[in-house]
């Protein structure tokens, strides 16, 4: 049914089915909550609200979840799902903007839901900061499914503001130590520098054409998808060894990660338009 539904004249990205949401995020579909939660804690399996926003015109193209630390709570951990809006969304240029939902059942997350721009250079999903776009958070009590439909449209609202800063970055160009800066203050987000060294050079060396400029913006996205998927040199201090990062697959680490990384972008625009 869905997979009919194109987004903005591109046939590569489009919107997830059942089956492919289940492959992706399996606690989408949980049937009851964690056997940890009360009774004041209302449940609204995920995919409820997943239907209810294709039905508003927002439909899912990206799930993922973090692991169960624990064998019982497998089914129930915390998930992403990102979407995009059949049509009142336009790309702007190389970015798609999104919604971008979070929620578990287990208790460690309610019902969130941020703004986010996807590029389709590098396939990065970026998610915008709470103190630049409000940030919806539902908890799993009362009208869950209205709430969150409500919140969803409060972002969307709210998107305009992301692109006016994205624009505003791409204008600004960082100098050889403003970048050197940058990603000495991104890298830390991840790693402690007690522990490991990362090489500046590598992490904004680009990976792709695209991403050769010395703009404050071409330079957040390298830096982002560097942190975030992995792949630069690693070595750790105490022994020597060196190894590549790997991809960061928790849900909750990759929202934390993304939303420091664009205040960082952030206060570097407010530092250089000063």
Request: with cysteine; hydrophobic share 35%.
């Amino acid at each position: 049914m869905y997979s009919s539904n194109r987004f903005f004249g591109t046939n590569t990205q489009r919107a997830l089915e059942d089956d492919q949401l289940r492959k992706m995020a399996p606690s989408v579909f949980a049937d009851d909550k964690h056997d940890s939660r009360g009774d004041r804690y209302k449940f609204i399996p995920t995919i409820q609200v997943v239907d209810a926003l294709r039905k508003e015109g927002f439909f899912p193209v990206f799930a993922s979840e973090s692991r169960a630390r624990s064998e019982d709570k497998k089914g129930f951990s915390k998930h992403l799902i990102r979407f995009r809006q059949h049509d009142g969304f336009t790309t702007v240029g190389e970015v798609k903007p999104e919604i971008v939902l979070v929620n578990s059942h287990d208790g460690t997350s309610s019902y969130q839901l941020s703004s986010g721009l996807f590029r389709l250079a590098c396939s990065n999903g970026m998610i915008v900061s709470d103190g630049e776009i409000d940030c919806v958070r539902v908890r799993h009590s009362g009208n869950v499914v209205d709430n969150v439909i409500e919140g969803t449209f409060r972002i969307v609202n709210e998107t305009p503001k992301a692109i006016e800063h994205m624009d505003a970055m791409q204008q600004l160009v960082l100098s050889h130590s403003e970048k050197q800066a940058f990603a000495e203050a991104a890298k830390v987000l991840r790693w402690d520098p007690e522990e490991m060294r990362v090489d500046n050079a590598e992490l904004l060396r680009p990976r792709r054409s695209a991403d050769r400029g010395d703009n404050l913006w071409t330079t957040f996205n390298v830096l982002q998808e560097k942190i975030l998927k992995g792949g630069s040199s690693v070595q750790n201090i105490e022994t020597r060894n060196a190894q590549r990062a790997r991809e960061v697959k928790s849900v909750t680490e990759n929202v934390r990660l993304n939303k420091a990384l664009w205040t960082l972008a952030e206060e570097m625009r407010k530092l250089k338009a000063a």
